[in-house]
Nanobody, 114 residues
Framework: QVRLVESGGGSVQAGQSLNLSCATS????????MGWYRQAPGKQREMVAT???????NYADSVKGRFTISRDNSKSAVYLQMNSLKPEDTAVYYC????????WGQGTQVTVSS
């Protein structure tokens, strides 16, 4: 069984920062791409950022310049540094390991107040 465990969510005011962490038990973590997705109330889940096994990142236009995705293969972990948070960033954030149909974490709530 492969499990993803997320942490780092919380409630902050606009302009502040949060860092999300996702740890996986996958033995060959370093071979796979990872991603962060989010889902706000009443909206579809959307891609926030992805990072390939070789480390190249990709971001949604709405977070470019504010969010940074990174990975630490020695810890089998992926991170999402979120700066200059906006109320529209409020959502449940999910970690995804891109194996087959994808393996998801439980989600962590991020709430940004104006």
């Amino acid at each position: 069984q492969v499990r993803l465990v997320e942490s780092g969510g919380g409630s902050v005011q606009a302009g502040q920062s949060l860092n999300l962490s996702c740890a996986t038990s996958e033995d060959f973590f370093r071979l796979y791409a990872m991603g962060w997705y989010r889902q706000a109330p009443g909206k579809q889940r959307e891609m926030v950022a992805t990072i390939a096994s070789i480390g190249s990142p990709n971001y949604a236009d709405s977070v470019k310049g504010r969010f940074t995705i990174s990975r630490d293969n020695s810890k089998s972990a992926v991170y999402l540094q979120m700066n200059s948070l906006k109320p529209e960033d409020t959502a449940v954030y999910y970690c995804n390991l891109k194996i087959g149909p994808g393996i998801w974490g439980q989600g962590t709530q991020v709430t940004v107040s104006s």
